[in-house]
Nanobody, 115 residues
């Protein structure tokens, strides 16, 4: 079972990106019952949680992204999204998705925000 992250890229400050994380081979009931999260790792720093969502859709956010980022999930598609608006240069990082099922991580997708 793998998580497939996509959607990163280069964007100007103030712009938007939407990240996607798919779990195409995960058993649907497993996907639905596990939390999904987005994390990011800035160069030289530890990975930090950005946003997390329960199977029922309850979300929590890191303080610096509140009001700018929105995490959502489509359980039928086994996909979690991270809509990132009003991006800032300090959001530049490699973003990873994670499932609490077996602490499964996807590959990173790089986000670069130019000033």
């Amino acid at each position: 079972v793998q998580l497939q992250a996509s959607g990163g890229g280069l964007v100007e400050s103030g712009g938007s990106l939407r990240l996607s994380c798919k779990a195409p081979t995960m058993i649907l009931s497993v996907f639905n019952s596990n939390r999904m999260g987005w994390y990011r790792q800035l160069q030289g720093k530890e990975r930090e949680m950005v946003a997390d969502i329960s199977g029922s859709g309850i979300a929590i956010y890191e303080d610096s992204v509140k009001g700018r980022f929105t995490i959502s999930r489509d359980n039928a598609k086994r996909t979690v999204y991270l809509q990132m608006n009003s991006l800032k240069p300090e959001d530049t990082a490699v973003y990873y998705c994670r499932s609490t099922w077996n602490n499964l991580w996807g590959q990173g997708t790089e986000v670069t925000v130019s000033s």
